[in-house]
C-alpha cells in the first residue's frame, strides 16, 4: 500500500484518485490512522438508502412516480429529446 501524508495526497490528489480507481491500493495517513481511497461502486437505490434513510418500498414507489411523470410529459410533448447543437442554439 502507498500511504501518503495529507499535504502529499491534497498535491496530487487526481493522480492518487486515478490510482485507487484502477484498484491500487492508496492510503492516507489521518493522525494515527490511514484512510483507504477505494472504488467503491454505488446505486441509486443504496443511495436513497444510505443517505435518506429510505426504504426499498419508498424507492420503488418513487420510481414508479417518476416513470409514470415521464410518460406524462411525453404524451403531452412537454418533453422530447434534442442533440447537444439543438440544446446550445437553445440556451443561447
Same mark, same amino acid.
Given at each position: 500500500m502507498k500511504t501518503l501524508t495529507i499535504t502529499d495526497?491534497? @498535491?496530487n490528489l487526481g493522480r492518487?484518485? *486515478? $490510482? /485507487?480507481?484502477r484498484g491500487e491500493d492508496i492510503g492516507i495517513i489521518c493522525g494515527a490512522d490511514i484512510i483507504a481511497? &477505494? @472504488? #467503491? +461502486? #454505488? %446505486?441509486?437505490? +443504496?443511495?436513497a438508502q444510505r443517505e435518506y434513510a429510505a426504504t426499498p418500498e419508498q424507492v420503488?414507489? $418513487?420510481e414508479q412516480a417518476t416513470d409514470n411523470r415521464y &410518460? %406524462? $410529459?411525453? &404524451? /403531452? *410533448?412537454k418533453l422530447v429529446t #434534442?442533440?447537444?447543437e439543438? $440544446? &446550445?442554439?437553445m440556451v443561447e
Open positions: 495526497a491534497k @498535491k492518487w484518485l *486515478g $490510482l /485507487a480507481s481511497l &477505494r @472504488k #467503491v +461502486d #454505488v %446505486e441509486s437505490t +443504496d443511495y420503488a414507489a $418513487l &410518460r %406524462e $410529459l411525453r &404524451r /403531452a *410533448g #434534442v442533440t447537444a439543438q $440544446l &446550445r442554439k
